[in-house]
């Protein structure tokens, strides 16, 4: 073989060497970018993960360090996602089991104090004013009531059908603004409507409450005090539910 035909070939075996170089320099720039990139990603997911459950937001925190844990196979990122994922499962457990619903079944007794009524029940014949309350408890919250906050804002509606026992039917509609707090105590205030036979009234409902709890149960009671113009009586009911794990 010829020196030239020697030399062209050497040529091109050097061309193809630095091409299969280059390509790979490239790929392996390519591959470290792309590696680069996903590692900022995940940082910023693992921030993102921390501010939500420090936010409040358990179940979106749980649900980005779940889409960490199957984006990276690096140990320490790992670890890093499973503490926050615990520390959300954590708070999810006891989110609202804290400051639990009160909402169902109420059976009590009302104390009419004041002289107006206390003489129309008479008229009745009724002379001990004190007459059975049954009702239901309503609620809806506006203040979420989640762990770190360990209160609840709530507007309850109460409405109650008392003396039956005596054959009256007394209606009496309370709707009550008021805060619970994670020691199971609450306080609220708000109107009063109620219609006596011949005497309906209108008056400012003032309530506390505590729930006496067991693993399945809640056990409410409330003590109210309802006042107003010619009104006054104060009332003791209680209810249950299911606690709501």
């Known amino acids: 073989m010829s020196a030239k035909k020697i030399n062209i070939l050497l040529s091109i075996v050097v061309a193809i060497a630095l091409n299969t170089s280059s390509l ?38 749980k649900q980005t360090t779940l889409d960490i844990l199957r984006r990276t196979s690096d140990q320490e990122t790992r670890k890093k996602a499973f503490i926050l994922f615990d520390e959300a499962e954590q708070k999810l457990k006891v989110n609202y089991s804290e400051i ?13 104090l004041d002289k107006n009524t206390r003489q129309t029940l008479s008229e009745r014949g009724i002379q001990i004013p004190v007459l059975s309350a049954f009702g239901w408890q309503f609620e809806w919250r506006f203040i979420s009531g989640r762990p770190d906050e360990k209160i609840a804002g709530l507007v309850t509606f109460v409405p109650l059908l008392i003396g039956i026992e005596q054959g009256l039917g007394i209606i009496s ?19 009063n409507i109620t219609i006596l036979p011949g ?3 209108s ?15 809640n056990f409410p009671l409330n003590l109210a005090v309802v006042a107003g113009k ?6 003791i009911v209680f209810g249950f539910n299911t606690a709501n794990e």
């Open 24 to 61: 790979y320099a490239q790929n392996n720039a390519s591959q470290a970018s792309q590696e680069f990139d996903e590692k900022k990603i995940i940082e910023k997911m693992l921030t993102d993960a921390k501010n939500q459950i420090d936010s409040g937001w358990y179940e979106v925190g």
């Open 100 to 112: 639990r619903n009160w909402a169902g079944p109420k059976i009590g007794a009302t104390a009419f």
């Open 173 to 191: 509609a309370n709707l009550i603004i008021g805060l619970r707090f994670s020691s199971e105590f609450e306080i609220g205030v708000g109107p």
């Open 199 to 201: 005497l309906p009234q």
């Open 203 to 217: 008056a400012i409902v003032f309530v506390i409450g505590k729930n006496f709890k067991t693993a399945k149960l």
């Open 230 to 235: 010619d009104v006054l009586r104060a009332a």
